[in-house]
């Protein structure tokens, strides 16, 4: 089966420039993850998404940065402005629905702020 | 609140010889714990889960991992290195009957010297 899809695979920006990253999950997955991995770091989550409602998105920060999972399927992160902490590798994953753990994960878009 | 300690950044082991990494955690009630792998330029792949009964796990790739509730252990082990197991592994914790998402270790990059 095909993998989790992201877009783009690197991104370089100054701080107070705008970004979005795109997501395409499995097919059939109902459920979407966005996590933030600092170098050094594990995978935090930032937004989980069951179907095309959010579950949780407790740790977003949502000053500056939304997510939206239009008709269930592909998703984007998009980060207004950005931050030179918001360096780090954004991580999609999804998963058969909500109860199961076993995540699929893309290869991550890698973001620098300059 | 839950964590996970990998309290090893670097484990290097000769290829044939057999490795452990260490993971311990901190949860309120019984744990859900996981082991993820990554390897360079690739999202995270999912090892191999305990979520009750038997306290070694067997997973993918000739991977196990032994749960131990008294010291809050879950370390993962396989029996002879591989030089292409040589990644970033990852271990992860949620509380059963939580609605909280998965919390990862910081990682332990793991070198299987030929």
């Known amino acids: 089966e095909a993998g989790v899809a992201q877009s783009p695979r690197y991104k370089i920006i100054e701080k107070r420039q705008s970004v979005a990253f795109w997501c395409n999950p499995i097919s059939g997955h109902a459920t979407l993850y966005w996590y933030q991995q600092i170098l050094g770091q594990g995978p935090k989550l930032l937004i989980q998404?069951?179907?095309?409602?959010?579950?949780?998105d407790s740790q977003l920060p949502k000053d500056r940065f939304s997510a939206e999972r239009l008709k269930g399927v592909d998703s984007t992160l998009k980060i207004q402005p950005a931050k030179l902490e918001d360096s780090a590798v954004y991580l999609c994953?999804?998963?058969?629905?909500?109860?199961?753990?076993?995540?699929?994960f893309g290869s991550g878009t890698q973001l620098s702020v300059l | 609140a839950q964590s996970v300690a990998q309290p090893e950044d670097q484990v290097n082991v000769a290829e044939g010889n057999p490795l452990t990494v260490k993971c311990t955690y901190s949860v309120s009630g019984n744990p859900y714990l996981f082991w993820y792998v990554q390897y360079p330029n690739r999202g995270l792949q999912f090892l191999l889960k305990y979520i009750t009964g038997d306290n070694l796990v067997k997973g993918s790739y000739g991977f196990e991992a032994e749960f131990n509730k008294s010291q809050t252990s879950f370390h993962l082990k396989k029996p002879s290195a591989l030089v292409s197991d040589s990644a970033l592994y990852f271990c992860?914790?949620?509380?059963?009957?939580?609605?909280?998402?998965?919390?990862f270790g910081s990682g332990t990059q793991l070198t299987v010297l030929p």
């Open positions: 998404f069951q179907n095309n409602g959010v579950v949780d």
């Open positions: 994953a999804s998963s058969w629905d909500r109860g199961n753990e076993k995540l699929f």
């Open positions: 992860a914790v949620r509380a059963s009957g939580s609605a909280r998402q998965l919390t």
